[in-house]
């Protein structure tokens, strides 16, 4: 049964930075794109950043394009996401969540679904 | 304001069934395939459904996917208490990101 667990989370300055892993077992880590979504003191999910399997490409939202960066490490089966210059509106838990479709997929339809979701890393961004 | 369009509650009756609607537009819902996410109280979010209609292994078919156009539908029938939470939609997007709704927060009464 996959597993993926989340760690890095704690509380950090406006403007600093953060690095969050997400530590895969259990399955082909280095098949699969990856996902980061984060959910906001009692509101909703927000999708953050996607990777293909290969680390060939990325994606981002568009409130953190340019300040995060998400990559990968296959031969720790780990996934990162780098937080830059940090602001009181990132406060959220983290999720990283497995991409969808088959081994090495690059159909975004199928990567786009995600499961499973890990349990989760609070980062509180205040002074 | 989400990309995706969902009421932000619902509500029903133990056995009941419980739609929950999600409208998008022709970049997302109207190209791309829906997933559908429960996160009860205090835990991580599941899939649910995925590929429109298609269920995961484990889950009940209780649940059930639909879509027409640019908006589809998550139901549930035959409501338990244990199926209170919130519920997201969710797809690809041709800004090349996954796009949620809103949520729905579902009380079974």
């Known amino acids: 049964q996959v597993h993926l667990v989340e760690s890095g989370g704690g509380v950090v300055q406006p403007g600093r930075s953060l690095r969050l892993s997400c530590a895969a077992s259990?399955?082909?880590?280095?098949?699969?794109?990856m996902h980061w979504v984060r959910q906001a003191p009692g509101k909703g999910l927000e999708w953050v950043a996607v990777i293909l399997y290969d680390g060939s490409n990325e994606h981002y939202a568009d409130s953190v394009r340019g300040r995060f960066t998400i990559s990968r490490d296959n031969s720790k089966s780990t996934l990162y996401l780098q937080m830059n210059s940090l602001r009181a509106e990132d406060t959220a838990v983290y999720y990283c969540?497995?991409?969808?479709?088959?081994?090495?997929?690059?159909?975004?339809?199928?990567?786009?679904?995600?499961?499973?979701w890990g349990q989760g890393t609070l980062v509180t961004v205040s002074s | 304001q989400s990309v995706l369009t969902q009421p932000p509650s619902a509500s029903g009756t133990p056995g009941q069934r419980v739609t929950i609607s999600c409208s998008g537009s022709s970049s997302n819902i109207g190209r791309y395939s829906v997933a559908w996410y429960q996160q009860l109280p205090g835990t991580a979010p599941k899939l649910l459904i995925y590929?429109?209609?298609a269920r995961p292994s484990g889950v009940p078919d209780r649940f059930s996917g639909s879509k027409s156009g640019t908006s589809a539908s998550l139901a549930i029938s035959g409501l338990l208490s244990e199926d209170e939470g919130d519920y997201y939609c969710?797809?690809?997007?041709?800004?090349?990101?996954?796009?949620f709704g809103g949520g729905t927060k579902l009380t079974v009464l």
């Open positions: 969540a497995k991409g969808g479709g088959i081994l090495g997929s690059r159909n975004w339809n199928d990567v786009a679904v995600l499961d499973p």
């Open positions: 590929g429109d209609d």
């Open positions: 969710a797809t690809w997007d041709g800004s090349l990101t996954v796009v």
């Open positions: 259990r399955f082909s880590f280095s098949s699969y794109g």
